[in-house]
């Protein structure tokens, strides 16, 4: 059955985009348009081209990143290289910004995920409480912790609309990686939970996956979900290993077991969680998270290949 057509601002267009590259907000500024969030670098060309057309010959203003995992922000380095010349800025949280400045691939979560991500910069900073006005609307800052420590995500109370990133998704959302740190994660996104359920947003537009309206709904999925991973981290770490490794076979596509077990022994996030929770040789390791995207249908096996695979509905 098809959904009813979204209740939204005409000043605001929304780019459904997968699970390699995030969705990104497209705001229709009067003079110039402004992006929140910009897809992965392998998708650059595609957003460069979705903005020009979208932009209909007018400057990008703006560029706002509600967290710095690569997939929101690889197309953050093509759009200040074309439109460096007008008047383009790029906000970010404020907790990465010495990350950013320093260009620490460790500390931004790529060279530790085995992703990648061109170098930006960053003009201005986002803290929980500010109020950006995009598309003619003011747009409060929420912090929302728990994916990620710095997450942000933007509420307009006047349509209750709320871009929430990876914290809230239809059914579910973004792994828990401060857990696989031993940081405190998922308390955290409890509370982003909770402070979604406060601004009782009408509409959600979320980080991956179609904007949604029965957000009651998805909160208590949400809130499930949740629960069975606290309840066992080594779940949820699980959970993580098997999100990078289909991460990468989205990019890639198709890759050899040695292609993948060397990939990932330079990604520290998975010797990580092999040497915490599991204790497996790494190519074990690998084996079995193989296995669990197989029985899942997210992957397929040729002999030693291994090929992406969607899972029928």
Partial sequence: ???????????????????????????????????????????????????????????????????????????????????????????????????????????????????QCRRFGYDRLLA???TLVLGGLPWQVLAAPGHDPHMVMLFNAGHRILISADALWENGFGAIFPEIEGESGFAEQSAALAQIERCAPRLVIPGHGAAFTDVAAA??????????LAADPARNARQVARVLVKFWLLDRQRVTRAQLVGHFARARYLSLINERYFGLPFGAFIDRIVADLVAAGAAAQDGEVLCNAEPQA
Avoid: K
């Fill in 128 to 130: 929980a409480g500010d």
């Fill in 1 to 115: 059955m098809a959904r009813a057509p979204l209740p939204l601002p005409p000043t605001l267009r929304v780019l459904e985009r997968g699970w390699l590259s995030s969705n990104a907000v497209v705001f229709d500024d009067g003079d110039a348009v402004s992006i929140v969030d910009t897809g992965y670098d392998s998708h650059a060309a595609q957003t460069l081209a979705l903005v020009e057309r979208l932009r209909a010959g007018r400057p990008l203003a703006r560029i706002v990143n509600t967290h710095l995992h690569s997939d929101h922000v690889g197309g953050n380095a093509a759009l200040q290289a074309r439109f460096a010349g007008e008047g383009c800025r790029t906000e970010i949280p404020a907790g990465m910004a010495p990350a950013v400045a320093a260009w620490d691939e460790q500390a931004l979560s790529y060279a530790a995920t085995g992703q």
């Fill in 219 to 228: 909160l208590a999925r949400a809130r499930a979900r949740l629960d069975a």
